[in-house]
C-alpha cells in the first residue's frame, strides 16, 4: 500500500489563537521553558500566500515551543483571507492543524486531489514552502505539508 | 522554571469523528497502512467515567495509528454525556485534545487548578487512567494526561 502523503511522522501541531502573546505567556508559565521568540510571516510578495488559488495579503503571527518530535506552533491571524482566520472565526481557538514533513510537493499534491483533498493555501518561507490541503472531511482536520528546501 | 505537567513531549493527538470505521479506512488508505483494531471504551462500572465529577455511562469506539513518536487516535462517541459528545456537538470533526503521558496525576491535577484549569472528564482504563482537563481557554485545547501503572 502506498503512502500519499510520503510521510507518516507527525512534526507539527498548529493552535489558532486569538493574542499570541498571552497564549505563550501561558504555555511557557505551564510547561516551565522561556518564551519562544515570536515572529511574523512575510508579506505576500516574498510569501507568495495564496487561498485557494487566489493571492491573499495574509500574515500571521507564529512562535513555536518544541515538545519531543514535534513542534507545538501558536498562530495568531493577522487579517487578511486565510485558513487560519477562517478556522478562528468558525471554531474559536483550538487545533487548527497536523503537519507532515515531505518531498516533492507537486506529486503530493497531485495525488491528495485525486483522493478529494484540494489544496487550501500555500506560500514559501525562508528555507522552504508550505501548503494547507483542504482535508478537513476526509481526515477530519487541515493537514499541512511542509517541504524545506 | 517549573514544568507543571510534568512533561513536555506530546504522546498522542486526538481527534472526534462521526464515524469511526469510515475514517479509520480514509485514514489507512492516505497513510498506506491497515486499518488497526477498532476498540469500545469501558462500561462505566469498569471505567469509573466522570464528567465535570459526575459518572457518565459515555463510551467511545477508539483506534490508534502510530505516527512517529506519537499516536493519532480516533475517537467516535458513543453516546451518553461526554468531553468528546461535546467537541462533536459544538465543533463538528476535528482535532479534540494533546496528550501527555504523566505521572502523579493527583499532584498533576492539584497543580493545574491552581492555574485555572480544572478536570473535564477522568476515567480508567487496562493498565491506566486518563483525565482530560478543561484548557481550552488557557491553551486553546483540551489537554489529556495519561497515567499507566
Known amino acids: 500500500m502506498k503512502n500519499i502523503i510520503g510521510a507518516n511522522s507527525i512534526?507539527?501541531?498548529?493552535i489558532v489563537v486569538k493574542d499570541i502573546?498571552?497564549?505563550a505567556q501561558r504555555y511557557a508559565k505551564i510547561f516551565g521553558v522561556d518564551v519562544p521568540e515570536i515572529i511574523i510571516t512575510d508579506t505576500?510578495?516574498?510569501a507568495h500566500t495564496q487561498l485557494r488559488g487566489r493571492?491573499?495579503?495574509a500574515r500571521a503571527k507564529l512562535t513555536f515551543f518544541k515538545m519531543g518530535q514535534l513542534s507545538l506552533e501558536l498562530i495568531e491571524p493577522l487579517g487578511g483571507?486565510?485558513?487560519w482566520k477562517e478556522f478562528l472565526d468558525q471554531h474559536g481557538e483550538g487545533v487548527h492543524h497536523l503537519a507532515f514533513e515531505i518531498k516533492n510537493m507537486d506529486a503530493v499534491l497531485k495525488n491528495l486531489e485525486a483522493e478529494g483533498i484540494p489544496v487550501l493555501q500555500s506560500g514559501d518561507y525562508?528555507?522552504?514552502q508550505y501548503t494547507y490541503v483542504g482535508s478537513e472531511a476526509v481526515l477530519g482536520t487541515v493537514v499541512?505539508?511542509?517541504e524545506n528546501f
Open 126 to 128: 525562508t528555507g522552504g
Open 21 to 23: 502573546e498571552a497564549s
Open 144 to 146: 499541512e505539508l511542509l
Open 11 to 14: 512534526c507539527q501541531v498548529g
Open 55 to 57: 493571492p491573499s495579503p
Open 44 to 46: 505576500v510578495d516574498l
Open 81 to 83: 483571507p486565510s485558513t
